[in-house]
């Protein structure tokens, strides 16, 4: 079974422009999630879907932060314009069952 | 809030020794507590879990406690070997929508 595919694996930016990163989840996983893990920190929810409905987006910095699931599959985490505070790996994961995440390897944003 | 506290942030044990890992929830209505190993440059990866109907699971080597009064549940690893050596992550489902809240991470590392 395939697991959870990420891409960029690395993106280096400067301040203020933007970057998309993308995810393919485990087929038949309903929940999608994007996580934001900061060097040395526990990763933080930034967004869940299901199907292609948001359930929780309390977390997501809307201002800068946006993120989409079309179809109930594919989704896309963008960010615009991009802060140095943003270098982080940006984690994608699914689910079959409640809280029994997959996830990918990650997505290495460094802002300059 | 929504919070889940990691102890210890840092931990080193003989190869062969036990190690626990300690964590706190502060949702008494938390019912699925996950925990997740994350190696260098990979995703965490669940590698077990307990729901709030048991008070203890094993799996081989390693086993998860939970006590709901004092809401706190810990990781023990037996009979430790090199590969063990990773970060490991505690996470409690929160909210209506059973969002996964992780901890901020126990470094372990087995000596020779």
């Known amino acids: 079974e395939a697991g959870v595919a990420q891409s960029p694996r690395y993106k280096i930016i400067e301040k203020r422009q933007s970057v998309a990163f993308w995810c393919n989840p485990i087929s038949g996983h309903a929940t999608l999630y994007w996580y934001q893990q900061i060097l040395g920190q526990g990763p933080k929810l930034l967004i869940q879907f299901q199907n292609n409905g948001v359930v929780d987006d309390s977390q997501l910095p809307k201002d800068r932060f946006s993120a989409e699931r079309l179809k109930g599959v594919d989704s896309t985490l963008k960010i615009q314009p991009a802060k140095l505070e943003d270098s982080a790996v940006y984690l994608c994961?699914?689910?079959?069952?409640?809280?029994?995440?997959?996830f990918g390897e990650g997505s290495r944003l460094t802002v300059l | 809030g929504e919070n889940v506290e990691q102890h210890p942030s840092t931990l080193s044990v003989q190869e062969g020794d036990s190690a626990v890992i300690k964590c706190t929830y502060s949702?008494?209505?938390?019912?699925?507590f996950p925990w997740y190993k994350q190696e260098l440059g990979k995703g965490p990866q669940l590698i077990i879990d307990i729901r709030s109907n048991v008070g203890e699971k094993k799996d081989q080597r390693i086993a998860v406690t939970l006590n709901k009064t004092a809401k706190h549940f810990s990781l023990h690893i037996t009979e430790t070997q090199p590969e063990d050596s990773a970060v490991y992550f505690c996470?409690?489902?929160?909210?209506?929508?059973?969002?996964?809240?992780f901890g901020k991470g126990t470094r372990l590392h087995i000596l020779p």
């Open positions: 949702d008494s209505a938390s019912n699925y």
């Open positions: 994961a699914s689910s079959l069952v409640v809280g029994e995440l997959f």
């Open positions: 996470a409690a489902s929160m909210g209506r929508d059973d969002k996964i809240i």
